[in-house]
């Protein structure tokens, strides 16, 4: 077998080395059955000594104590995973002797190939062969670990006389980790082959990346180790195919130059003109002379802020002093316009695009309006075009938010399947908030988009009934209802009012627990947190 890291379909064989029959892997109402050669089984159900070494090796050891004394608290019920089919809603069994590296994509995380089939599926689909560039880190796949196995494949370029043959880039995980493995030598290793090494921030993963020519917009593929390719997020092309991979796959892919390439059997030409093969990669778990760094960029805040000011000019485009969210006014809400009735997949990409805009994430006026331009609008499936129902007029959906919040009404955002996938990023819920939103209604959420928007004081609901969605029209105006006892568990209503005089009842489902029923009704956690102080 090909062995590969963190981030792929079976992954986690990395923890466990060879002799492993099956795997299990815990998810939401989801188990996988695990075989039993398999070692050390609770690195992946709770807290175990590998854990405790790597806390104490990266100068955690008051942590690592701490968690010492309750491990026991910390690992899973033996009764659980003795009688899985007692508390999960599936049982799945994965024989690793049969599994293999897969590449994922293009254009979604989702779409899954073996490596054996995927120059079959490149041809079947016309996707470009060629491959442009290979991009491994940013803040996945870039442990040591994984830059270790990168630079054991890129290693061999030198000595069976390779020469990448695409672009190829490295983003370490953190200042620590670049720090260390400059320190063991992988990053000239990297170098040698002709890669470049990043700064070790976000990069090209969220759009920072000033690629040359891809204002052009031709087809083109690239291979990542990053966690997210939606289409135009990485260099803002749409014909640009991001394929994701473990890091040492992607290295092979940027030896080879091409995606009809598979590194578990086939040959590449050297400069030579002999025929040589890619030897399986080898990783170091933890680096044997530790970690290391000399200024990881931290600053210890003052320990009196009180007489702190932060100044900003009034003409700044880029910095701009937030203002609290209004907490709730104890009411009902009611007479929503709706803002947009979002059709299929809407990410965080969707609501809050990176790439450029991010020069003005500390301006939450001016990057809110890129709120939603990517959602494709259920009415007329056009992207950032939406009816303004005050004006009548075609509006960009940041426009038509503006118009109804600066007229002293609320918006609602409705959206259909896992909603708000992707980054974990704030923004997406602070500017629908922002700009006027009140609450995002949808089929089911993407769960830390639906975290981040209850911490903005918004409501973030589910339908009860999914077909409701295909009630709400256009011109509706929105009520919600039931918000005076707004508890644990129990449901809200949607009361719909059409242009038509007539009106429509439903019911809608939360997840808020007592806390952030509280953030609700401060207008955020933040709101909440400072009167907590005051």
Known sequence: MYPFSKGGTGAILEYFGEGADSISCTGKGTICNMGAEIGATTSLFGYDDKMSEYLRGTSRSEVADEADKIKNYLAADATVYDNPEKYFDQVIEINLSELEPHINGPFTPDLATPVSEFARIVAENGWPEKLEVGLIGSCTNSSYEDISRAASIASQAATKNLKAKSEYTVTPGSEMVRYTVERDGFL???EDMGGVVLANACGPCIGQWARHNADKQEKNSIMTSFNRNFAKRNDGNPNTHGFVASPEIVTAFAIAGTLKFNPMTDYLLNENGEKVKLDEPLGVEFPPQGFAVEDAGYQAPAEDGSAIEVNVAQDSNR????EPFKPWEGTDIEGLYLLIKAKGKCTTDHISMAGPWLRYRGHLENISQNLLIGAVNFFGEKTNAVVNQITGEVNKVPDAAKSYRDAGFGSIVIGDENYGEGSSREHA?????????????????????????????????TFANKDDYDKIREDDRIDIVGLKHFGVGKPLQIRLNHADGSTEVFEVNHTYNENQIEWFKAGSALNLIKMMEA
Do not use: D
């Not at 910095?319 to 937030?322: A, E, G, R, T």
């Not at 995002?440 to 918004?458: D, Y």
């Open 319 to 322: 910095l701009q002093l937030l």
């Open 188 to 190: 000239k290793t990297f």
């Open 429 to 461: 819920a602070m500017e629908p908030r922002f700009m006027g939103a009140r609450a995002v209604l949808v089929k089911s959420f993407a769960r830390i988009h639906e975290t981040n928007l209850k911490k903005q004081g918004m409501l973030a609901l």
